[in-house]
Protein backbone atom coordinates (compact mmCIF):
# COMPACT_ATOMS: atom_id res chain seq x y z
CA UNK A 1 0.00 0.00 0.00
CA UNK A 2 2.94 2.18 -0.13
CA UNK A 3 2.54 3.22 3.48
CA UNK A 4 -0.38 5.83 2.57
CA UNK A 5 -2.43 6.54 5.66
CA UNK A 6 -5.62 9.06 5.45
CA UNK A 7 -7.36 10.32 8.05
CA UNK A 8 -10.15 10.78 9.11
CA UNK A 9 -11.52 7.73 7.21
CA UNK A 10 -15.24 8.82 7.54
CA UNK A 11 -16.90 12.46 8.51
CA UNK A 12 -19.63 13.64 8.53
CA UNK A 13 -20.07 17.65 8.20
CA UNK A 14 -22.31 20.56 7.56
CA UNK A 15 -22.92 22.59 4.82
CA UNK A 16 -20.61 25.99 5.50
CA UNK A 17 -18.24 24.63 8.18
CA UNK A 18 -14.39 23.95 7.41
CA UNK A 19 -13.12 20.58 6.66
CA UNK A 20 -9.93 19.47 6.62
CA UNK A 21 -8.77 15.53 5.27
CA UNK A 22 -4.59 14.70 6.03
CA UNK A 23 -3.00 12.29 3.54
CA UNK A 24 0.42 11.17 5.29
CA UNK A 25 3.18 8.83 3.61
CA UNK A 26 5.99 7.27 4.80
CA UNK A 27 8.13 6.70 1.84
CA UNK A 28 9.48 10.45 0.81
CA UNK A 29 8.67 10.30 -2.49
CA UNK A 30 7.88 13.59 -4.05
CA UNK A 31 4.42 13.56 -5.75
CA UNK A 32 1.31 13.65 -3.91
CA UNK A 33 -2.07 13.93 -5.32
CA UNK A 34 -6.37 14.68 -4.06
CA UNK A 35 -8.69 12.94 -6.06
CA UNK A 36 -12.56 12.50 -5.63
CA UNK A 37 -14.57 9.39 -6.46
CA UNK A 38 -17.95 9.80 -7.76
CA UNK A 39 -20.30 7.89 -9.59
CA UNK A 40 -20.27 8.16 -13.46
CA UNK A 41 -17.21 10.46 -13.31
CA UNK A 42 -14.12 8.13 -11.70
CA UNK A 43 -11.56 9.35 -9.94
CA UNK A 44 -10.98 13.57 -10.63
CA UNK A 45 -8.04 15.27 -9.43
CA UNK A 46 -8.80 18.24 -7.52
CA UNK A 47 -4.84 19.66 -6.54
CA UNK A 48 -1.09 18.09 -6.86
CA UNK A 49 2.00 18.34 -5.22
CA UNK A 50 5.25 18.17 -7.01
CA UNK A 51 7.53 19.11 -3.46
CA UNK A 52 7.17 20.89 -0.03
CA UNK A 53 5.09 24.22 -0.39
CA UNK A 54 5.22 23.46 -4.47
CA UNK A 55 1.22 22.88 -5.30
CA UNK A 56 -0.90 22.88 -8.46
CA UNK A 57 -4.58 22.72 -9.41
CA UNK A 58 -6.27 19.71 -11.03
CA UNK A 59 -9.19 19.85 -12.61
CA UNK A 60 -11.67 20.11 -9.97
CA UNK A 61 -10.07 22.43 -7.57
CA UNK A 62 -13.09 24.86 -7.11
CA UNK A 63 -13.69 25.19 -3.62
CA UNK A 64 -10.82 23.28 -2.39
CA UNK A 65 -6.96 24.27 -0.84
CA UNK A 66 -4.13 22.42 -0.17
CA UNK A 67 -0.86 22.76 1.65
CA UNK A 68 2.66 20.68 1.75
CA UNK A 69 4.58 21.92 4.71
CA UNK A 70 6.31 18.66 4.97
CA UNK A 71 7.37 15.55 2.75
CA UNK A 72 5.14 13.23 4.18
CA UNK A 73 1.99 15.25 4.40
CA UNK A 74 -0.53 16.41 2.33
CA UNK A 75 -3.38 18.70 3.00
CA UNK A 76 -6.83 18.74 1.80
CA UNK A 77 -9.20 21.95 2.93
CA UNK A 78 -12.95 22.54 2.26
CA UNK A 79 -13.38 25.94 2.69
CA UNK A 80 -16.61 26.25 3.21
CA UNK A 81 -18.17 22.35 2.50
CA UNK A 82 -20.99 21.89 0.19
CA UNK A 83 -23.47 18.84 -0.60
CA UNK A 84 -22.09 18.85 -3.88
CA UNK A 85 -18.50 17.80 -2.14
CA UNK A 86 -19.85 14.70 -0.91
CA UNK A 87 -17.91 12.37 -2.08
CA UNK A 88 -14.90 9.79 -1.37
CA UNK A 89 -11.64 11.46 -1.27
CA UNK A 90 -8.72 9.53 -2.04
CA UNK A 91 -5.16 10.64 -1.42
CA UNK A 92 -1.91 9.18 -4.24
CA UNK A 93 1.65 9.22 -4.27
CA UNK A 94 4.26 8.87 -7.46
CA UNK A 95 6.81 6.90 -7.66
CA UNK A 96 8.32 8.87 -10.39
CA UNK A 97 11.00 11.45 -9.97
CA UNK A 98 10.92 13.26 -13.17
CA UNK A 99 9.41 13.94 -16.53
CA UNK A 100 8.65 10.25 -16.76
CA UNK A 101 5.35 9.15 -15.35
CA UNK A 102 5.75 6.25 -12.90
CA UNK A 103 2.90 4.44 -10.35
CA UNK A 104 0.45 6.30 -8.50
CA UNK A 105 -0.30 4.86 -5.37
CA UNK A 106 -3.77 4.99 -3.80
CA UNK A 107 -4.01 5.72 0.20
CA UNK A 108 -7.65 3.83 1.93
CA UNK A 109 -9.88 6.66 1.18
CA UNK A 110 -12.02 9.13 3.43
CA UNK A 111 -15.79 8.83 2.66
CA UNK A 112 -16.88 12.17 3.31
CA UNK A 113 -20.61 13.20 3.60
CA UNK A 114 -21.55 17.07 4.07
CA UNK A 115 -25.62 17.55 5.13
CA UNK B 1 -13.29 17.09 -21.57
CA UNK B 2 -13.05 13.39 -20.83
CA UNK B 3 -9.78 12.87 -22.38
CA UNK B 4 -10.18 9.25 -21.68
CA UNK B 5 -12.87 7.32 -22.82
CA UNK B 6 -13.67 3.90 -20.68
CA UNK B 7 -16.39 1.45 -22.23
CA UNK B 8 -18.51 -0.65 -21.20
CA UNK B 9 -19.65 0.89 -18.27
CA UNK B 10 -20.32 -2.77 -16.54
CA UNK B 11 -19.77 -5.64 -17.85
CA UNK B 12 -21.52 -9.36 -16.50
CA UNK B 13 -18.92 -12.32 -17.77
CA UNK B 14 -19.84 -15.93 -17.12
CA UNK B 15 -16.72 -17.83 -14.91
CA UNK B 16 -13.48 -18.90 -17.60
CA UNK B 17 -15.16 -16.78 -19.97
CA UNK B 18 -13.38 -13.45 -21.41
CA UNK B 19 -13.87 -9.81 -20.01
CA UNK B 20 -12.79 -6.74 -22.63
CA UNK B 21 -12.69 -3.90 -21.76
CA UNK B 22 -11.87 -0.63 -24.24
CA UNK B 23 -9.86 2.89 -23.51
CA UNK B 24 -9.56 5.64 -26.10
CA UNK B 25 -7.65 8.39 -25.67
CA UNK B 26 -7.08 11.79 -26.99
CA UNK B 27 -3.63 13.72 -26.16
CA UNK B 28 -0.78 11.88 -27.58
CA UNK B 29 1.49 13.34 -25.17
CA UNK B 30 0.53 10.53 -22.80
CA UNK B 31 3.16 7.84 -22.01
CA UNK B 32 2.04 5.44 -19.19
CA UNK B 33 -0.93 3.75 -19.35
CA UNK B 34 -2.36 2.03 -15.99
CA UNK B 35 -5.50 -0.35 -15.26
CA UNK B 36 -6.24 -0.25 -12.19
CA UNK B 37 -8.33 -2.85 -9.78
CA UNK B 38 -10.79 -1.46 -7.42
CA UNK B 39 -12.51 -3.96 -4.93
CA UNK B 40 -15.58 -2.07 -2.82
CA UNK B 41 -14.14 0.06 0.20
CA UNK B 42 -10.71 -0.02 -1.27
CA UNK B 43 -8.38 2.48 -2.94
CA UNK B 44 -7.44 1.35 -6.96
CA UNK B 45 -4.76 -0.78 -7.14
CA UNK B 46 -2.17 -0.84 -9.76
CA UNK B 47 -3.09 -4.00 -12.23
CA UNK B 48 -0.87 -4.03 -14.70
CA UNK B 49 0.88 -0.73 -17.54
CA UNK B 50 2.46 -0.15 -20.64
CA UNK B 51 4.60 2.19 -22.17
CA UNK B 52 3.28 3.30 -25.82
CA UNK B 53 6.63 1.88 -26.96
CA UNK B 54 4.63 -1.86 -27.26
CA UNK B 55 1.71 -3.41 -28.41
CA UNK B 56 0.90 -5.55 -26.00
CA UNK B 57 1.91 -6.78 -22.35
CA UNK B 58 0.84 -9.84 -20.83
CA UNK B 59 0.91 -10.41 -16.72
CA UNK B 60 -0.61 -14.04 -16.18
CA UNK B 61 -4.82 -13.82 -17.20
CA UNK B 62 -4.34 -9.72 -17.80
CA UNK B 63 -3.51 -8.77 -21.17
CA UNK B 64 -3.16 -4.90 -22.30
CA UNK B 65 -3.75 -4.36 -25.93
CA UNK B 66 -1.96 -0.98 -27.28
CA UNK B 67 -2.93 0.63 -30.60
CA UNK B 68 -0.96 3.94 -30.72
CA UNK B 69 -2.10 4.98 -33.92
CA UNK B 70 -5.81 4.08 -33.50
CA UNK B 71 -5.15 5.81 -29.59
CA UNK B 72 -6.87 2.83 -28.12
CA UNK B 73 -5.90 0.34 -26.05
CA UNK B 74 -7.78 -2.24 -23.79
CA UNK B 75 -7.97 -4.98 -21.25
CA UNK B 76 -8.64 -8.49 -21.40
CA UNK B 77 -8.73 -10.86 -18.75
CA UNK B 78 -8.63 -14.15 -19.62
CA UNK B 79 -10.39 -17.58 -17.85
CA UNK B 80 -12.14 -14.86 -15.90
CA UNK B 81 -12.55 -15.53 -12.18
CA UNK B 82 -15.45 -14.58 -9.20
CA UNK B 83 -12.88 -12.86 -7.27
CA UNK B 84 -11.96 -10.63 -10.34
CA UNK B 85 -15.56 -8.76 -9.72
CA UNK B 86 -14.65 -5.47 -9.31
CA UNK B 87 -14.41 -1.89 -10.76
CA UNK B 88 -11.31 -1.49 -13.50
CA UNK B 89 -10.26 2.21 -14.63
CA UNK B 90 -8.04 2.18 -17.11
CA UNK B 91 -5.67 5.73 -17.24
CA UNK B 92 -3.20 7.77 -18.84
CA UNK B 93 -0.62 9.33 -17.26
CA UNK B 94 1.64 12.16 -18.69
CA UNK B 95 4.25 14.44 -16.87
CA UNK B 96 3.05 12.75 -13.37
CA UNK B 97 -0.59 13.67 -13.65
CA UNK B 98 -2.91 10.67 -14.56
CA UNK B 99 -6.29 11.00 -16.18
CA UNK B 100 -8.80 8.39 -15.60
CA UNK B 101 -11.57 6.50 -17.30
CA UNK B 102 -15.17 6.79 -15.91
CA UNK B 103 -14.55 2.97 -14.67
CA UNK B 104 -16.58 -0.63 -15.71
CA UNK B 105 -18.07 -2.34 -12.92
CA UNK B 106 -17.08 -5.99 -14.17
CA UNK B 107 -19.17 -9.25 -12.53
CA UNK B 108 -17.74 -12.55 -13.21
CA UNK B 109 -20.64 -15.20 -12.41
CA UNK B 110 -20.08 -18.77 -12.08
Known amino acids: DAGITQSPRHKVTETGTPVTLRCHQT?????MYWYRQDPGHGLRLIHYSYGVKDTDKGEVSDGYSVSRSKTEDFLLTLESATSSQTSVYFC??????????????FGPGTRLTVL | QQQVKQSPQSLIVQKGGISIINCAYENTAFDYFPWYQQFPGKGPALLIA?????SEKKEGRFTISFNKSAKQFSLHIMDSQPGDSATYFCAASWNQKVTFGIGTKLQVIP
Open chain 1, 92 to 105: AISTGTGGYTDTQY
Open chain 1, 27 to 31: ENHRY
Open chain 2, 50 to 54: IRPDV
